[in-house]
C-alpha cells in the first residue's frame, strides 16, 4: 500500500487482487521452504559456495550429515527450491549448476536472525 501526494491530495494505492494473490503465494511458499531443514541446509550450502553442480551440493550435505541422501529425494528436493524461487538452475553442458537467488537469500537471513534471536 503506498501513500502520496499529488497537488495537496493524499492518493492512496491499494494493492490488486492480483499483488495480494502474489504476496500470498509467497508466503506459502517461505512457510514451506521452512519445513525442511535439509532445504535450508541446501541454501546454506550454496550461499556459500555462490553455485554449484548438484552432485556437489549432495556430496557436501552428505559429508555434513554423515550419511548417504537418496538421490531421487534429494533432487526433488532441488527443483522444489527451484519451483519456489529460492534457487536457481542453469544448465552447463551436461550438469545443472544452482545458485541462491535473492528470495533464498532472504529467506536465510531471515531464518539466520530468527536462530539467532532464540539462542541469545
Known amino acids: 500500500m503506498a501513500v502520496g501526494s499529488e497537488a495537496g491530495q493524499s492518493k492512496l494505492s491499494v494493492p490488486s487482487e492480483r499483488e495480494n494473490d502474489v504476496a500470498t503465494d509467497a508466503a506459502r511458499t517461505y512457510m514451506r521452504w521452512h519445513q525442511s ?4 541446509d541446501i541454501c546454506i550450502i550454496l550461499a556459500d ?23 531421487k529425494r534429494f ?11 529460492h534457487v536457481e538452475k542453469r544448465v552447463e553442458g551436461l550438469y545443472d549448476v544452482y545458485s541462491l537467488t535473492e528470495v533464498g537469500g532472504r529467506a536465510l537471513g531471515e531464518q539466520f536472525e530468527w ?6
Open 75 to 85: 533432487y526433488g528436493m532441488l527443483d522444489r527450491l527451484v519451483e519456489s524461487g
Open 115 to 120: 536462530m539467532r534471536e532464540m539462542v541469545e
Open 49 to 71: 559456495a555462490g553455485e554449484l553442480r548438484g552432485q556437489r551440493v549432495k556430496t557436501r550435505l552428505e559429508s555434513r550429515y554423515d550419511e548417504q541422501l537418496d538421490p
Open 37 to 40: 531443514g535439509t532445504r535450508r
